[in-house]
């Protein structure tokens, strides 16, 4: 997803080159783009110079919606996930002494997570107009 963050308004990016620049097995990526792109994350394009492009701006992309497309609920016990279906799984829940940790666990992660946008997570971009900086020297008068 940095990758992808990356390239954002350059056009798709191929998992070749993805791969490539990340130093990942292209048959690992092809599996988690399908779990991406059912969350609605990115789109895919196909031909020649087609590939993979984020669906949104890195900006509206939590941390948290990549993690849970890719992995499911936060949740670092099944009793405390942050996914209701889950959550019931365990029928010791409500007497449990040792979920109402699980649960501050679960909920700082996630505070963590989504207040962290992908765009956090991608340098930004410098013009390179920008990387000539102009010195206290440059236009001074010089001596004879």
Do not use: K
């Not at 097995?25 to 988690?32: N, V």
């Not at 991406?36 to 890195?58: K, Q, W």
């Not at 992660?109 to 013009?127: E, Q």
Request: aromatic share 2%; net charge negative.
């Amino acid at each position: 997803m940095v990758q992808l963050g990356r390239h954002y308004g350059t056009g798709p990016a191929s998992l070749a080159e993805i791969a490539a620049e990340e130093d990942l097995p292209r048959a690992y990526l092809e599996q988690l783009v399908v779990s991406l792109r059912e969350a609605g994350l990115v789109t895919s394009t196909r031909g020649a110079h087609g590939g993979y492009e984020l669906a949104r701006t890195p900006e509206t992309i939590s941390m948290a919606e990549v993690l849970r497309a890719l992995e499911g609920p936060i949740a670092p016990m099944l009793c405390a996930s942050d996914d209701p279906e889950h959550a019931n799984l365990c029928d010791r829940s409500s007497r449990c002494t040792v979920n109402v940790l699980w649960v501050r666990v679960r909920d700082a992660v996630a505070g963590a997570l989504d207040s962290m946008t992908l765009a956090d997570l991608v340098p930004a971009r410098i013009a390179t107009a920008d990387l000539i900086q102009p010195t206290a020297l440059q236009g001074a008068p010089t001596a004879p």
